[in-house]
C-alpha cells in the first residue's frame, strides 16, 4: 500500500482539526503580526535620553552652558537638581535617575586648562591641567546603560567656549558595512523571524502526538496501518506551510514598515527557511514524544524557547559566549537559521558558502525524525 | 500452529499479563471459531480489556502464545492490522471532525481509493443510519449514535474479525437492541466478532462466551451448556419475610447465593444436594405456608455460581 496515502491521510486530518480551532488559526497570523510591531519599535540597544541628575557646585553660568551641551548629544536628559552628594545617591538608588552628574566649584578653572578644550597644550604631566571637568555617578549594574555614560568621557567641548575645533586625527577609521545608520531594528526583524518560528513550530508539533493520547484518540490511530514515520511526517506536512505564511508576514511587514530590505535571493531564503521549520518541528515531534501531557510538553517548548532566544544570538553576540555555551548554541537550531537569514537577507550571502549551518539543519530533521518514530511506539505498553 | 487452526479465527494459550505485581490476565485458553460472535463476560477490572488488547497486538503478552486470523502475535502485529477492525470501550475517533469527515480519515489512511472511499462511506452512514448527521460534529452526538459511528469505523475496511469492547455501556437498551442487529448482519456476513460486556442479556446472544472473574477463565461454552452444567439449582421461595429468610440461608454452606427478585427469593444450591425443594423446606427459617418452585437457571446464575459476585456488582448501570 501507498506510504504517501496515509501521509497524505494525517496531514489533511491535521488540517481540518487546525481550521476548526480557530485561536490557534489566529494566532498564526497575530503571534508574527503583532510581535514583529512590538519588538520592532521597541527592541533599541542605542540608548536615548537616559533620566539623570546633576549636583551643581558651581552654580555659575558655565557649569548651567555645560549642561545644556550635555543634552544636545541626546544620551541623557537632565530631571532632577540635587543639593547634596547623599541625596543623588538615593536617587539612583531607586531608579528615579540613572545617573548623576557633579560639577565641582572649581569647574571653570578645570575647564580652562582641559586639553580638549584646546586651549594651548599644557604638558601632560602637570596634575593640575589633567584633572577632569566633572564626574559622572553612574548606575553600573546595566552595563548597556554604563556604556552610554562611558561614551561621553571624550565628549568634545568646543563648543562651549566658541572655539574653533581641535580634532584629534582618530586611531583607526571604521566602514560599517550592511547597516551603517546603525539602526537595530534592522538586525531585529531577520532575528525576530527565527525566534517567532521557533517559538510556534515547537509549540505546535510538541502538542500533537501527545493530543491524540490525551483525547483518547491514540487507541484508534495505532489500531490503523499508519507507520511511525508515516505519521511523523504527515503531523509535520501541515506546518511548513504555516511557518512559511509567518516569515512572509514577517520580512514583508520588515520590509513595509522598518524599511529593512530583503538584499539575498529569495529561493535561496525560502531553502534555508524550509529547512529551520522541519528541524523546528520534528524537535518539537522529540517533545511529543516524550511528554505525557499537553502541560509537560508546553515546558518543555518554553526550556527549549529560551535559549534559542537567549543564546542564538539573536539578544547577544554569539562570540561573546563562554565556549560550553557556543556548544550548546550550537545545538540548536535557532542559532544555524539566525546566522543563515542574517547572512541572506542583510549581506546577500550565498547560503553554499554558509554550508555548515545548511548541513546542520538537514541532519537535525533527518535524525530528529527517526528519533520521533522510533520512541513512537504502536502499543500501549 | 497445525492447519486445523483455519476454522478458528483466535487462538490462545495460556495468554497472561502482567502488570507491576498484578496479574491482569493469568493462563487464559481461549478458541475462538470463524465466523462466529465470541463473548467475554466479566464484571469492571476482570482483564476484558487488557485481554482484548493483546488479541490486537496492542499489548505484549507476559506469557503465552497467541495466534489471530494466522498470524502470530506480536511479531505478525502491523500485517494483522489491516484485517481486524477494533472498537474501543472510550470513544476514539475524533470529537472535532464531522461524521463525515471521521470516516474520510478512515477509509483515507487504510488506503481506499478516492471512489471507493465515497462509496464505501454511503454505504455505511445508510446502514447505520447516519446520512442526515453526516455533517454533525462528532463531539456534539448522543452516545447511540457515537456507538454507530465508531462500528462504521471499525467495519469500514470490511475486517475479518471485529474486537468490540464493551460496546454497549453508553447505550440505550432500543438502540443496544439495533446494536445486535447490527452484529448479526456482520456475522451473517462471515464476519468474526469478539464482544465483551458485563450485560446478562447480551452475553446470552453470544454463540459462545467466557466468564473471566480477576483475570482468570472460570467458565465457556454456548449460553445453553453453561446453564446445564452449571454446578447448582435454582429455587425461588415465595415467603412474607425474605429479608431475614436471606440472612438465614445464605449462611449455610450448601447455598452459593440469595438474591430477592420482588416478592421472591432466587436461592442457588449446590448440586451435592440432591434434593433441594426437600433440604430448603426442612430449613426451621422457611415457612410452612412459604413456596418453593425449582425454576430454569439464567445466565446470571451460571455467572453467580462461576464468580460468586454478580456480573454488574460494581457497577451503577444496569
Not at chain 1, 494525517?10 to 482539526?17: D, M, N, V, Y
Not at chain 1, 552652558?65 to 543639593?83: G, M
Not at chain 2, 502482567?18 to 491482569?24: E, S, Y
Amino acid at each position: 500500500m501507498n506510504p504517501f496515502v496515509r501521509v497524505s491521510a494525517i496531514a489533511t486530518k491535521e488540517l481540518l482539526q487546525l481550521k476548526r480551532d480557530k485561536m490557534t488559526f489566529g494566532m498564526i497570523v497575530m503571534i508574527p503580526l503583532i510581535q514583529l510591531l512590538l519588538f520592532g519599535f521597541a527592541i533599541n540597544t542605542n540608548v536615548r535620553h537616559l533620566p539623570v541628575g546633576v549636583v551643581d557646585y558651581s552654580h555659575s553660568g558655565l557649569s548651567r552652558v555645560l549642561i545644556q551641551t550635555i543634552e544636545a548629544t541626546q544620551v541623557v536628559t537632565f530631571t532632577r537638581h540635587f543639593t547634596n552628594l547623599p541625596e543623588a545617591e538615593q536617587a539612583i538608588a531607586s531608579a528615579e535617575v540613572r545617573a548623576v552628574l557633579i560639577i565641582p566649584s572649581d569647574v571653570s578653572q578645570r575647564l580652562v586648562r582641559n586639553p580638549s578644550v584646546g586651549l594651548g597644550s599644557p604638558p601632560a604631566s602637570d596634575a593640575e591641567t589633567s584633572r577632569p571637568v566633572a564626574q559622572w555617578l553612574v548606575d553600573g549594574s546595566d552595563t548597556i546603560i554604563a556604556g552610554a555614560i562611558k561614551g561621553l568621557r571624550r565628549m568634545p567641548l568646543v563648543e562651549l567656549l566658541d572655539k574653533p575645533a581641535n580634532r584629534q586625527t582618530p586611531t583607526f577609521e571604521v566602514t560599517l558595512l550592511y547597516n551603517p545608520e546603525q539602526r537595530t531594528v534592522v538586525n531585529i526583524v531577520p532575528g525576530l523571524a527565527a525566534v517567532i518560528l521557533t517559538m510556534t513550530m515547537i509549540m505546535f508539533t510538541s502538542a500533537a502526538i501527545v493530543r491524540e493520547r490525551e483525547r483518547g484518540n491514540m487507541e484508534m490511530l495505532i489500531t490503523t496501518p499508519v507507520r511511525p514515520i508515516e505519521l511523523m511526517i504527515g503531523k509535520i506536512l501541515p506546518y511548513i506551510f504555516i511557518g512559511a505564511i509567518q516569515v512572509v508576514i514577517i520580512l514583508g511587514l520588515g520590509f513595509l514598515l522598518f524599511n529593512v530590505p530583503v538584499n539575498g535571493s529569495l529561493l535561496q531564503l525560502a531553502l534555508a527557511t524550509l529547512l529551520f521549520i522541519t528541524a523546528s518541528l520534528t524537535l518539537g515531534l522529540i517533545i511529543s514524544t516524550i511528554a505525557k501531557s499537553q502541560l509537560q510538553s508546553m515546558q518543555m517548548t518554553i526550556f527549549v524557547l529560551l535559549p534559542s532566544i537567549l543564546l542564538s544570538g539573536f539578544m547577544f553576540p554569539y562570540e561573546g559566549m563562554p565556549l560550553a555555551a557556543q556548544y550548546i548554541a550550537e545545538a540548536l537550531p535557532a542559532t544555524h537559521f539566525m546566522r543563515l537569514i542574517r547572512g541572506v537577507v542583510l549581506k546577500d550571502v550565498e547560503i553554499i558558502n554558509m554550508a555548515p549551518d545548511i548541513y546542520w539543519l538537514g541532519l537535525f530533521t533527518l535524525g530528529g525524525l527517526a528519533v520521533a518514530s522510533i520512541r513512537f511506539k504502536k502499543r500501549l505498553d | 500452529m497445525t492447519g486445523q487452526s483455519a476454522s478458528y479465527a483466535i487462538r490462545a494459550e495460556k495468554l497472561s499479563r502482567r502488570f507491576g505485581d498484578t496479574l491482569a490476565v493469568q493462563d487464559l485458553d481461549l478458541e475462538v471459531e470463524t465466523g462466529r460472535i465470541y463473548g467475554f463476560l466479566g464484571p469492571n477490572g476482570c482483564g476484558k480489556t487488557t485481554t482484548i488488547r493483546m488479541l490486537t497486538g496492542l499489548l505484549q503478552p507476559s506469557n503465552g502464545r497467541v495466534e489471530v486470523l494466522g498470524c502470530n502475535l506480536p511479531e505478525d502485529a502491523e500485517k494483522l492490522r489491516l484485517q481486524i477492525g477494533y472498537m474501543t470501550q472510550k470513544f476514539s475517533l475524533y470529537d472535532d471532525l464531522t461524521i463525515e469527515e471521521n470516516l474520510k480519515f478512515i477509509a483515507h489512511i487504510y488506503g481506499l481509493t478516492a471512489r471507493a472511499r465515497k462509496q464505501r462511506i454511503e454505504e455505511l452512514l445508510s446502514i447505520y443510519g447516519l446520512q442526515e448527521k453526516s455533517k454533525q460534529f462528532a463531539g456534539s452526538m448522543s452516545g447511540g449514535q457515537r456507538q454507530r459511528l465508531s462500528l462504521a469505523a471499525a467495519t469500514l475496511h470490511k475486517p475479518k474479525l471485529l474486537f468490540l469492547d464493551e460496546p454497549t455501556s453508553a447505550v440505550d437498551p432500543e438502540n443496544r437492541r439495533e446494536f445486535w442487529e447490527q452484529l448479526f448482519d456482520l456475522s451473517d456476513q462471515g464476519t468474526s466478532i469478539l464482544v465483551s460486556t458485563h450485560y446478562m442479556d447480551e452475553a446470552e446472544r453470544c454463540h459462545k462466551l467466557a466468564i473471566l472473574e480477576n483475570g482468570i477463565k472460570r467458565a465457556d461454552g454456548s449460553p445453553d451448556e453453561l446453564m446445564q452444567q452449571m454446578g447448582s439449582r435454582v429455587v425461588e421461595i415465595s415467603s412474607s419475610e425474605l429479608r431475614s429468610l436471606k440472612q438465614t440461608l445464605i449462611a449455610l454452606p450448601e447455598i452459593i447465593s440469595a438474591a430477592q427478585l420482588g416478592a421472591r427469593l432466587r436461592v442457588l444450591v449446590k448440586d451435592s444436594v440432591d434434593d433441594p425443594i426437600g433440604f430448603l423446606s426442612q430449613q426451621p427459617s422457611v415457612k410452612p405456608e412459604d413456596q418453593l418452585n425449582l425454576v430454569r437457571p439464567s445466565l446470571e446464575d451460571v455467572f453467580v455460581t462461576c464468580t460468586g459476585v454478580r456480573a454488574d456488582s460494581g457497577r451503577q448501570q444496569s
